[in-house]
């Protein structure tokens, strides 16, 4: 039989996991007004660099980055862990 592609053009792709870690740091930022250029000097790099970080997926993020991030906005570690999803 010959090879179709019925399943690349009718299958929906994966859906991405969700990132809850992503979500407790962006509420955070939302709650306390913190702007961007506030958290790109927190971590150290341009404010370029945090929205080109802020679109990636946190599995992507160096851990020391998040465990930085989460220390300036005041996450504490409890919260930290039971958003991270094996």
């Not at 939302?30 to 679109?55: C, E, H, I, N």
């Amino acid at each position: 039989m010959p090879r179709t592609k019925l399943t690349e053009k009718y299958c929906k792709p994966a859906a991405p996991p969700p990132d809850y870690v992503k979500a407790i740091i962006l509420e955070r930022i939302d709650a306390l007004g913190k702007s961007p250029d506030a958290v790109a000097s927190a971590m150290q790099y341009s404010r370029a660099t945090w929205f080109s970080r802020k679109k990636q997926h946190t599995n992507q993020w160096p851990l020391g980055e998040i465990v930085r991030l989460c220390a300036f906005l005041g996450i504490p570690p409890e919260d930290l862990r039971a958003s991270i999803r094996y």
